[in-house]
């Protein structure tokens, strides 16, 4: 009987180790059958390649010269960093709250598995207990979840659960085997989404405390790691109460890991949230016009690298690294600056049409049916249009709703309606400024509007406006360098006719500003200093239209530019962006150097891509671009020049400054234009639209709605003592330079009249 009972045990013994063995077979059949996806049934799996090298979607980054962030591109905001940036008790609260066994196991862990199967069998996810971290890491970065991955029966639902967590599974023992620990968590901290599309530890501690991850503490790194199990549930911005829930819960499980002491415990369970929640975005960040005007020219340069070096770069998911000519320093400045002056200039637009609409014709009278026109020309109205129709489109437009609105004093919520907030801003003067390195080309700032978020347009390189009198240097400089004129040559104040070309009737002769001619002889360092319109009328008719085009589209001016008479007041639309450069020609010895934007661009692991250059000719001689700098600086320096009023911001002292002044017919358009050995800055203000402005010269001058703003900026420049590059001094005069005058010397009551050019002009107007 004995015998008996023994081999019945043995026998169920040996059945057990059988099904044991059978079973393990079986099941390292089906860990093959997954990893080789048999007939299809599973889905494929990541190549060795992949799993080397994983790969996952990391923002561009713009990168100032002066190594700050100035921005990014991305479609998920993530940026990696390492484990030695990390705050300690935020490992401490992820392995307490996530894997506390993470150090012990090899990507698997038995009672995390039990408990898993346990779940996915019951159909109660929540008491599976989760997977290793390993194996989230392994579900982020590989995607192993998507239809990418999805074989035959990836439409089973229990079925396709299983096989994905066998995947991840397989990937997690691999992934165990090629990178250390530290390595997976940080793949985890820096795939992990923190909701509000932000990625990554580094982008939530900025996003959500305005830290370094390094600085985070206790309870900010509890928040964070509470996020991780729902990033939207867990909301801390939405909803801070279950926040707050979360976050307690990640402290009581430190406490149970012993990773923090009952007192400290209590302590941290007292405090607030402390969220200090800052959204990155396009919108946000420093130089967000020079952000939007870079990201074409980078996609550019993206396709044709690709297409030269046979790559698959992306300048939103690869990582780039791109290092801009951009000083954060300066361009905290050029915007403060920006600000400061369109506050003020905004506050006398509003007292100065008090009661009024600023849309007014050539005659000073309300333009009918503008607000009409604008708002049939709004991209909203022409999609509505096209989506509902004419009429529908129109109530659509006319029906009021909440919404936030630009203001100077901050952003405010209103009730409006589409066409209401059309007319209210275009109550609004816009702006374009920017700052150049004339020495290599290199742009240090760049303002490009009011507000982004609220007024996308760039008036720095995408708009274009009339000059006005910023233009008259190109006019005295072709006759400087075609030696009708030198620096001390005289010219009289007085009417300059011009009259039509092919003998058709009519004449023009223009006025300056003042409506009157003082007969008195200038000085080309007079005349242009007090921007005397009809000196520069009598160069252009000497020199002819079509030489002042010449020598303006030879020194960066590369708008198209009308050869007719009234160009020498500036009639052509060009941009703050060609200025700046085409200025920088004077300062450079005679040498025309392009704005340049990058210095190089490297892949998301440093490593050098491209690396670009200055482009310089030299267009002038060093003579004549010094000439002009000495007639230029009589805005600034001599009695009567339109610059004077930089004296009481006390940038001139110890310093030479030359400048130009712009005003538009109606005073449309106010520019400056300033330069110094070192820095060529410019700037336009003005309303979105040529028939809105102010109706003096009082206001609507260059010299009082642009050139404070300048003004400010250097005042702010030479302030800062680490700018020692950008600090006071004289231009760089040619070694062998002594003022030529040709041998003749002048009367000052006499007048100088260069010799007549008889080239074949064409029209005239």
Same mark, same amino acid.
């Given at each position: 009987?004995?015998?008996?009972?023994?081999?019945?045990?043995?026998?169920?013994?040996?059945?057990?180790?059988?099904?044991?063995? *059978?079973?393990?077979?079986?099941?390292?059949?089906?860990?093959?059958?997954?990893?080789?996806?048999?007939?299809?049934?599973?889905?494929?799996?990541?190549?060795?390649?992949?799993?080397?090298?994983?790969?996952?979607?990391?923002?561009?980054?713009?990168?100032?010269?002066?190594?700050?962030?100035?921005?990014?591109?991305?479609?998920?905001?993530?940026?990696?960093?390492?484990?030695?940036?990390?705050?300690?008790?935020?490992? @401490? &609260?992820?392995? &307490?709250?996530?894997?506390?066994?993470?150090?012990?196991?090899?990507?698997?862990?038995?009672?995390? %598995?039990?408990?898993?199967?346990?779940?996915?069998?019951?159909?109660?996810?929540?008491?599976?207990?989760?997977?290793?971290?390993?194996? $989230?890491?392994? /579900?982020?970065?590989?995607?192993?979840?998507?239809?990418?991955?999805?074989? !035959?029966?990836?439409?089973?639902?229990?079925?396709?659960?299983?096989?994905?967590?066998?995947? @991840?599974?397989?990937?997690?023992?691999?992934?165990?085997?090629?990178?250390?620990?530290?390595?997976?968590?940080?793949?985890?901290?820096?795939?992990?989404?923190?909701?509000?599309?932000?990625?990554?530890?580094?982008?939530?501690?900025?996003?959500?405390?305005?830290?370094?991850?390094?600085?985070?503490?206790?309870?900010?790194?509890?928040?964070?790691?509470?996020?991780?199990?729902?990033?939207?549930?867990?909301?801390?911005?939405?909803?801070?109460?279950?926040? %707050?829930?979360?976050?307690?819960?990640?402290?009581?499980?430190?406490?149970?890991?012993?990773?923090?002491?009952?007192? $400290?415990?209590?302590?941290?369970?007292?405090?607030?949230?402390?969220?200090?929640?800052?959204?990155?975005?396009?919108?946000?960040?420093?130089?967000?016009?020079?952000?939007?005007?870079?990201?074409?020219?980078?996609?550019?340069?993206?396709?044709?690298?690709?297409?030269?070096?046979?790559?698959?770069?992306?300048?939103?998911?690869?990582?780039?690294?791109?290092?801009?000519?951009?000083?954060?320093?300066?361009?905290?400045?050029?915007?403060?600056?920006?600000?400061?002056?369109?506050?003020? $200039?905004?506050?006398?637009?509003?007292?100065?049409?008090?009661?009024?609409?600023?849309?007014?014709?050539?005659?000073?009278?309300?333009?009918?049916?503008?607000?009409?026109?604008?708002?049939?020309?709004?991209?909203?109205?022409?999609?509505?249009?096209?989506?509902?129709? @004419?009429?529908?489109?129109?109530?659509?437009?006319?029906?009021?709703?909440?919404? /936030?609105?630009?203001?100077?004093?901050? @952003?405010?919520?209103?009730?409006?309606?589409?066409?209401?907030? *059309?007319?209210?801003? /275009?109550?609004? !003067?816009?702006?374009?400024?920017?700052?150049?390195?004339?020495?290599?080309?290199?742009?240090?700032?760049?303002?490009?509007?009011?507000?982004?978020?609220?007024?996308?347009?760039?008036?720095?390189?995408?708009?274009?406006?009339?000059?006005?009198?910023?233009?008259?240097?190109?006019?005295?400089?072709?006759?400087?360098?075609?030696?009708?004129?030198?620096?001390?040559?005289?010219?009289?104040?007085?009417?300059?006719?011009?009259?039509?070309?092919?003998?058709?009737?009519?004449?023009?002769?223009?006025?300056?500003?003042?409506?009157?001619?003082?007969?008195?002889?200038?000085?080309?360092?007079?005349?242009?200093?007090?921007?005397?319109?009809?000196?520069?009328?009598?160069?252009?008719? $000497?020199?002819?239209?079509?030489?002042?085009?010449?020598? =303006?589209?030879?020194?960066?001016?590369?708008? /198209?530019?009308?050869?007719?008479?009234?160009?020498? !007041?500036?009639?052509?639309?060009?941009?703050?962006?060609?200025?700046?450069? =085409? +200025?920088?020609?004077?300062?450079?010895?005679?040498?025309?150097?392009?704005?340049?934007?990058?210095?190089?661009?490297?892949?998301?692991?440093?490593?050098?891509?491209?690396?670009?250059?200055?482009?310089?000719?030299?267009?002038?001689?060093?003579?004549? =671009?010094?000439?002009?700098?000495?007639?230029?600086?009589?805005?600034?320096?001599?009695?009567?020049?339109?610059?004077?009023? #930089?004296?009481?911001?006390?940038?001139?002292?110890?310093?030479?400054?030359?400048?130009?002044?712009?005003?538009?017919?109606?005073?449309?358009?106010?520019?400056?234009?300033?330069?110094?050995?070192?820095?060529?800055?410019?700037?336009?203000?003005?309303?979105?639209?040529?028939?809105?402005?102010?109706?003096?010269?009082?206001?609507?001058?260059?010299?009082?709605?642009?050139?404070? &703003?300048?003004?400010?900026?250097?005042?702010?420049?030479?302030?800062?003592?680490? #700018?020692?590059?950008?600090?006071?001094?004289?231009?760089?005069?040619?070694?062998? +330079?002594?003022?030529?005058?040709?041998?003749?010397?002048?009367?000052?009551?006499?007048?100088?009249?260069?010799?007549?050019?008889?080239?074949?002009?064409?029209?005239?107007?």
């Amino acid at each position: 009987m004995i015998e008996l009972q023994r081999g019945k045990y043995q026998r169920i013994i040996v059945n057990i180790w059988r099904l044991a063995a *059978i079973s393990l077979a079986l099941f390292a059949f089906y860990i093959f059958a997954v990893s080789v996806n048999l007939f299809w049934l599973f889905g494929g799996m990541p190549d060795l390649k992949t799993l080397e090298n994983p790969k996952n979607e990391l923002a561009s980054e713009l990168i100032s010269e002066d190594g700050k962030s100035l921005g990014k591109y991305f479609l998920e905001n993530r940026a990696p960093i390492e484990f030695d940036q990390v705050s300690p008790r935020l490992i @401490e &609260a992820l392995l &307490a709250t996530e894997d506390a066994r993470f150090i012990k196991h090899s990507g698997i862990d038995v009672r995390s %598995l039990g408990r898993a199967v346990t779940g996915v069998m019951t159909g109660k996810s929540s008491s599976g207990g989760g997977s290793t971290l390993t194996q $989230q890491t392994a /579900k982020n970065l590989f995607e192993t979840r998507t239809e990418k991955y999805r074989g !035959l029966l990836g439409d089973v639902p229990l079925v396709r659960t299983i096989i994905a967590k066998t995947k @991840e599974w397989i990937l997690s023992v691999i992934l165990e085997r090629k990178y250390t620990k530290r390595e997976i968590l940080m793949m985890y901290l820096n795939t992990n989404s923190f909701g509000n599309n932000t990625y990554g530890i580094k982008v939530a501690a900025r996003t959500y405390f305005n830290k370094d991850a390094w600085n985070l503490d206790v309870h900010e790194a509890a928040l964070l790691v509470g996020m991780l199990q729902n990033p939207t549930f867990w909301n801390p911005v939405r909803f801070p109460e279950r926040a %707050l829930l979360r976050r307690n819960t990640v402290l009581s499980q430190m406490v149970k890991y012993d990773f923090l002491g009952e007192e $400290q415990y209590q302590a941290y369970k007292a405090r607030p949230l402390d969220v200090n929640f800052t959204l990155e975005s396009h919108n946000t960040g420093p130089a967000p016009y020079f952000r939007e005007s870079l990201k074409s020219t980078l996609k550019s340069w993206v396709e044709q690298y690709n297409e030269d070096n046979d790559t698959d770069f992306d300048l939103y998911t690869s990582g780039l690294r791109i290092y801009t000519t951009i000083d954060s320093r300066m361009q905290r400045y050029a915007e403060e600056a920006v600000k400061e002056h369109m506050k003020q $200039q905004q506050q006398l637009f509003f007292d100065h049409w008090k009661g009024r609409d600023p849309w007014i014709d050539e005659e000073g009278k309300p333009m009918k049916g503008f607000i009409e026109r604008a708002i049939r020309n709004s991209p909203r109205y022409i999609s509505l249009k096209r989506e509902l129709g @004419e009429e529908e489109a129109m109530k659509v437009m006319r029906t009021p709703y909440k919404m /936030k609105v630009f203001s100077w004093d901050g @952003e405010k919520e209103v009730t409006m309606s589409p066409i209401d907030s *059309i007319r209210y801003y /275009k109550h609004f !003067l816009r702006t374009g400024f920017m700052s150049m390195d004339p020495r290599n080309g290199h742009v240090k700032a760049w303002v490009g509007g009011i507000n982004f978020r609220h007024f996308k347009y760039d008036h720095v390189r995408q708009g274009k406006r009339q000059p006005g009198s910023t233009f008259k240097p190109f006019v005295y400089v072709s006759a400087l360098d075609k030696n009708f004129l030198t620096p001390c040559s005289h010219v009289t104040d007085q009417p300059i006719t011009f009259t039509l070309a092919d003998g058709v009737p009519g004449s023009w002769t223009p006025k300056n500003s003042t409506g009157r001619y003082s007969y008195q002889s200038l000085s080309l360092r007079q005349a242009i200093g007090q921007s005397v319109n009809t000196v520069s009328a009598f160069i252009m008719k $000497q020199v002819k239209p079509n030489t002042v085009v010449e020598y =303006a589209h030879k020194l960066g001016i590369t708008s /198209k530019l009308d050869a007719k008479p009234a160009l020498c !007041l500036g009639t052509s639309d060009v941009s703050v962006y060609e200025m700046v450069g =085409a +200025y920088c020609s004077f300062v450079n010895g005679g040498y025309r150097t392009e704005p340049m934007t990058i210095l190089r661009i490297e892949d998301r692991y440093g490593n050098l891509l491209q690396e670009f250059f200055p482009k310089a000719n030299q267009e002038l001689s060093s003579t004549v =671009a010094y000439n002009m700098l000495y007639i230029m600086r009589g805005a600034v320096e001599d009695p009567g020049g339109t610059a004077q009023r #930089l004296h009481s911001f006390g940038i001139t002292k110890d310093n030479e400054i030359a400048a130009k002044t712009g005003t538009t017919s109606n005073y449309s358009d106010g520019w400056f234009m300033g330069m110094t050995h070192n820095l060529v800055s410019g700037l336009w203000v003005g309303g979105e639209d040529r028939s809105i402005h102010f109706r003096t010269i009082a206001y609507g001058q260059g010299a009082r709605i642009a050139m404070p &703003a300048w003004a400010m900026y250097m005042q702010k420049v030479y302030a800062d003592p680490s #700018l020692v590059q950008y600090q006071k001094g004289a231009f760089n005069k040619p070694a062998d +330079y002594k003022l030529d005058c040709g041998g003749v010397y002048f009367d000052p009551n006499d007048t100088y009249v260069a010799p007549s050019v008889s080239d074949d002009e064409g029209a005239l107007f």
